[in-house]
C-alpha cells in the first residue's frame, strides 16, 4: 500500500527553501558587500573647504582602495589618508583627502605662492581661480614662501586645492606612504557635482 503525503507537507517544505535561499542570498550579499568596502571601494564624506573648488563640503567620493596595490602613488593624485594625532595619552585617527604635489626622493619648495619640484615650476591647473586673483599672497595660499624640502623616500608631500583654507603637509610635514588609503576618482553626490577626478 503505497502511503500519500498530505497537501500541507510540500507546501511547508517548498516555503522553508524559499527562506532557506533567501537567507543565503543575503549572506552572500552582505559579504560581498563588505569584501567590497573593506578591501576595494569605499564612500567618503567632505567636512571642511581645503579641497575648493574641485570638491566641496557635503560632496561624497568614493576611493579606490586597490589601486596602490596595482600600481606606484602618482603626482597630482587625490588620496584620502590616515592622519594619526597623539594627545597626551589618547591616539586620533582623521581621515584627510588633499592631492599629492611631490613625492619621496624629490624636493619640493615654494616661491611667492608658486610650488616648485626640483627647481621647476609645477603647473597647478585645478587651483581656484578666486584665490589666484588675490593680491596678498598670504590670501592667495596662506604660505606664500617655503625653503626646500627634500621628501623622504616612501612619503608624500600632500596639499589641499584651496590653499588659503587647508590644513596639509606645509603644516604637519610628509606624510608616510604607508597610511594612504587610496585614490578618490569620482564624486558620487549630489549627482549634479558628479565628475570624475
Not at 507537507?9 to 533567501?22: F, N
Not at 586597490?66 to 585617527?93: A, E, K, M, P
Request: charged content about 20%.
Amino acid at each position: 500500500m503505497n502511503s500519500e503525503l498530505s497537501p500541507s507537507q510540500p507546501s511547508v517544505s517548498k516555503g522553508l527553501q524559499v527562506v532557506r535561499e533567501w537567507v543565503t542570498v543575503l549572506v552572500v550579499a552582505l559579504v560581498i558587500a563588505i569584501t567590497v568596502r573593506t578591501l576595494i571601494l569605499q564612500q567618503f564624506y567632505i567636512s571642511g573647504p581645503s579641497m575648493e573648488a574641485t570638491m566641496f563640503q557635503d560632496n561624497r567620493v568614493l576611493v579606490n582602495k586597490l589601486s596602490y596595490r596595482l600600481h606606484d602613488i602618482h603626482r597630482g593624485d587625490v588620496v584620502v589618508f590616515d592622519r594619526v594625532t597623539v594627545d597626551g595619552q589618547v591616539v586620533q585617527h582623521d581621515d584627510l583627502i588633499k592631492r599629492v604635489i611631490a613625492l619621496g626622493g624629490e624636493t619640493i619648495s615654494i616661491k611667492d605662492c608658486k610650488v616648485f619640484i626640483d627647481g621647476k615650476l609645477h603647473a597647478e591647473s585645478y587651483l581656484n581661480d578666486f584665490d589666484l586673483a588675490q593680491t596678498v599672497l598670504e590670501d592667495r595660499c596662506r604660505m606664500p614662501m617655503m625653503e626646500d624640502m627634500l621628501i623622504p623616500e616612501g612619503q608624500l608631500f600632500v596639499m589641499g586645492d584651496n590653499r588659503p583654507q587647508s590644513f596639509d603637509s606645509r603644516m604637519f610635514g610628509p606624510i608616510e606612504q604607508d597610511l594612504v588609503v587610496g585614490r578618490a576618482f569620482v564624486i558620487i553626490w549630489p549627482f549634479s557635482a558628479a565628475k570624475f577626478l
